[in-house]
């Protein structure tokens, strides 16, 4: 097991989920770790890369090779942004003198909640009341890394949770990073669906493991009035089994 990682803290949680980040870090930091956040990182590159401004997200990508050049695992709690870095930086930057960094980089990246479950085996002791949770897990922790289980897994030690699943959980949730803003009525068609299913299980609390889902369904609760709270899996799981706020 490693003593030190970096944290790659992903844009949607620096501007819009601190508490998520400082929630992570603390867990790694509890589980004995020395976790490394490089002041120069910045967006994985994903907004330009799907948008097809490749150039843009080579520059990008190339920044995140030098702010993380230790071979320390990179730690990031963002299915999606994983999936950037692990699955696309290799294919953005082949056939370049940046070919062989990107592979060796890509290698080092694991997504929070499977770094939690398969790599720290991390025990948990609940401390919170009774409560039902609905889990929304992303389209990139289901299909490109395949990490969906290790967020089941991970709440499940947590023995005063009941984990329930809304109807048809394999579907989208309508997001889809710059899909939600070229397709913005659709998108707002598969994020009523999706709230519709949630809601309908009656829990108290929505986690995902991707905050650009859990922005997208929370902006679609808060829209049609009531539902459950909304976190990532990190920020709840620090909640549950911590004395802090």
């Known amino acids: 097991m490693p003593n030190t990682v970096y944290f790659f803290g992903t844009c949607l949680i620096d501007l819009l989920f601190p508490r998520t980040g400082l929630a992570a870090m603390r867990l790694l930091e509890r589980a004995g770790l020395r976790v490394l956040f490089p002041q120069g990182q910045t967006c994985c590159g994903q907004p330009a890369y799907n948008a097809g401004y490749r150039d843009e997200a080579r520059r990008v990508a190339r920044a995140q090779l030098d702010a993380f050049p230790e071979s320390l695992p990179v730690v990031v709690p963002s299915a999606s942004c994983a999936g950037m870095l692990k699955v696309h930086y290799p294919l953005l930057l082949a056939g370049t003198a940046d070919a062989a960094r990107a592979d060796a980089f890509a290698g080092r990246v694991v997504e929070l909640t499977d770094f939690l479950v398969r790599v720290l085996d991390l025990r948990l002791t609940d401390l919170g009341p009774p409560i039902r949770v609905a889990v929304h897990n992303s389209c990139s922790s289901r299909r490109e890394l395949g990490v969906a289980d290790a967020t089941m ?27 939600a803003i070229k397709q913005p009525e659709i ?56 004395h802090d706020d």
Do not use: Y
């Not at 499940?156 to 899909?179: N, Q, S, Y």
């Not at 009656?202 to 539902?227: E, I, K, P, Y």
């Open 153 to 179: 897994d991970l709440l499940r030690r947590l023995e005063r949770v009941e984990l329930v699943e809304p109807e048809r959980a394999h579907e989208c949730c309508g997001f889809g990073g710059t899909f």
């Open 187 to 242: 998108s707002a068609a598969m994020a009523a669906d999706k709230t519709s299913a949630i809601a309908a299980t009656g829990a108290a609390v929505l986690v995902s493991q991707d905050c650009g889902c859990l922005m997208n369904l929370g902006g679609t609760f808060a829209r049609r009035g009531g539902g459950p709270a909304v976190k990532h899996v990190a920020e709840f799981i620090w909640e549950r089994t911590s």
